[in-house]
């Protein structure tokens, strides 16, 4: 067991040690699915302890399958396969039995129902063949309607003790949702669990709305809309759904909004005469600053987790490149400068990352560098793909992938950061822009 | 700076009262489609006082070649007709959409679609129309005319339109 669990840590810090060499050159690993093997686990049904808990007990555990193996670092191993059935919460786990399926971690859990309707969840964690637990059992509260929120609270309890790293599970993810055909797309705004669940539109269809950004708690998204038939900026309170235009200059077009890691500060790109520069705004006051005067594009900004300094595309090279200036303005320094054009740059939540959008030979990738430029590895490649947001723990990015011709449409995907694990993100029709929300609490 | 504060502050106030109005979506239907101002067609394309003579005969929209916002001899002549017109039938003013194609991130062809509007302002000025009767707007990649991915469609794309409007005070 313990040999297993290191492998999966190994995995997991593949980035610091970029496995390039055997393929020629970054540009290659990153789409070829390596192969690491997941490490077998076992979500039998939680027990149900009334009636009314049981399809809870099935679809929670469920859930957590779901959750665990949609990293690709966990394989479940199918209720078919096993020989035990976990009947009671409280009686000792038969090892012997789920050792002999190779299960190597498993996760059992109860859920009752209380007298005020709400569903409570208790849940172990299992070493299988270290014969102990993992970490102490907990118990979980929540109303009916959460029972996908406990579910994914307790994958992320899993995923955590497991790989010694934050979850992701329990977030919301914000994104434009899409119909229609190409030249007459409708556009709208709508949030869902990182896994696609629970779908809301927070927009009607009847303006163009681009590019939703979280606020760093998940409390309020900033977008752009085209409701004036101007781009302006807005932003919407989540709970409410009550939002409100930010100011901005008769005769100018605000776009590409950010918050700034504490949400009292809003990044953003104003054009006025053609010119488009960044600015920051104070969301309370309203009163912006402008952050470039180049006659060059400036946009996308991002801030530093510290915000103290930003990330942008400009192409004051020539090309759309990355450059990184103090939060304040002032002198640039550029950090691409490979063969392409690169744009969308977002600083990873754990500071340390880049994650980018890259054009080069008719090809787009979403891609992560080191903040000085180096260790440049392009995670995927497509006709195109763009718009890359970290997940809240930084190890795996979302991005709109946009398939080609008269019928292209966009689909959400997510890919972790060692290039591994592409997926499509289910949705019920056309997605892009997706921004990852926080974990919740 | 400050008086920029000032300004923004003043604007965002008409903004807020903008937003409450319960019929926001339906007063502004179709503003965001890249289609306001008058519809094609509007009046006879053989009556040259006419919106449908504009569009037409001569020409509401010029074309960029790939990453550019410079106005070709071809965008030029067709823009001088624009400009003559509009001298000529002072009652419209008019919105110059700025559009890109497909091939570049949504925010940078943002930002480039507002470069081709403003080259397209810039060059009716220079040619006498009142600056205050243009607008300038960009859909980025948002609205293209042409859905094929190859540079038959892309070329179409990368586009100026002049979108005429009712004119100043009416």
Known sequence: MMRSLLTLLAALTLWAAPATSQQGGPLRLEITEGVIEPMPVAVPDFVADTPAAQEFARNIARVIAADLTGTGLFREIPAEAHISRITSFESPVQFADWRAINAQAMVTGAVNVDGAGRVVVRFRIYDVFAGQELGQGQQLVGQRDGWRRIAHKVADQVYARITGEGGYFDSRVVFVSESGPKNQRAKRLAIMDYDGANIQFLTDAASIVLAPRFSPTGDRVLYTSYETGFPRIYVLDVASVGRRALPTLDGTMAFAPRFSPDGRTVLYSLTQGGNTDLYSMDIGSGASTRLTTAPSIETAPSYSPDGRQIVFESDRSGTPQLYIMSASGGEARRISFGEGRYGTPVWSPRGDLVAFTKQSKGRFHIGVMRVDGSEERLLTASFLDEGPTWAPNGRVIMFTRETQGAQGEARLYSVDITGRNLRQVATPGGASDPSWGPLQN | ?170
């Open chain 2, 1 to 170: 700076m400050t008086y920029l504060s000032k300004t923004m502050i003043l604007v965002a106030g008409l903004a807020l009262a903008a937003c409450t109005n319960p019929n926001r979506f339906e007063d502004q239907a179709g503003a965001g489609l890249g289609g306001g101002g008058f519809g094609a067609g509007a009046g006879s394309v053989s009556d040259p006082t006419s919106p449908a003579y504009f569009q037409q005969a001569i020409g509401d929209r010029v074309l960029f070649a790939v990453d550019q916002s410079t106005l070709s001899p071809t965008a030029q002549a067709t823009l001088d007709g624009q400009a003559g017109w509009l001298m000529t039938n002072r009652d419209f003013t008019a919105v110059i959409e700025g559009h890109a194609d497909e091939q570049g991130t949504r925010e940078y062809n943002l930002a480039l679609g507002a470069r081709r509007a403003n080259a397209v302002q810039e060059y009716l000025v220079s040619r006498g129309v009142a600056g205050n009767r243009l607008r300038v707007v960009s859909f980025g990649k948002e609205r293209p005319i042409e859905i094929c991915s190859d540079e038959s469609c892309y070329a179409k794309n990368r586009r100026a339109v002049t979108v005429l409007a009712a004119g100043l005070g009416s």
